[in-house]
């Protein structure tokens, strides 16, 4: 699957219209298509940035050939939540989750 492949359907996964991606990366539509038809290819700080947005690794956008997702959808919904919290509530997150592991699984997750 191409760069252009994998952010299309990403953006189609997250119900994402060309303007409304456009307006969220600071980019004109036409870049956005572009990108998705292979026909330009995003700077290295853009491919960072929507990699972040959709919770996938950057290795992952620029290789050939990869899956469709590394994480599944309720996976990139808690993670894009998590990221838009202050670092306060990440580690309150953080904690929670340790405390549930612990609960359910009788060990704390390693770092």
């Known amino acids: 699957m191409s760069l252009g492949e994998k952010l299309r359907n990403l953006r189609l996964k997250t119900k994402k219209t060309l303007f409304e991606q456009s307006q969220l990366l600071g980019v004109s539509m036409n870049s956005v298509y572009r990108w998705e038809h292979d026909l330009a290819v995003p700077r290295k700080s853009m491919l960072r940035t929507m990699a972040d947005y959709y919770a996938v690794p950057l290795d992952w956008l620029l ?49």
């Open 63 to 111: 290789s050939e050939g990869a899956s469709a997702s590394l994480v599944s959808d309720i996976e990139q919904k808690l993670l894009c939540m998590f990221r838009k919290l202050s670092d306060n509530n990440r580690y309150k997150v953080l904690g929670y989750v340790e405390r549930m592991c612990v609960e359910e699984y009788g060990f704390e997750p390693q770092q």
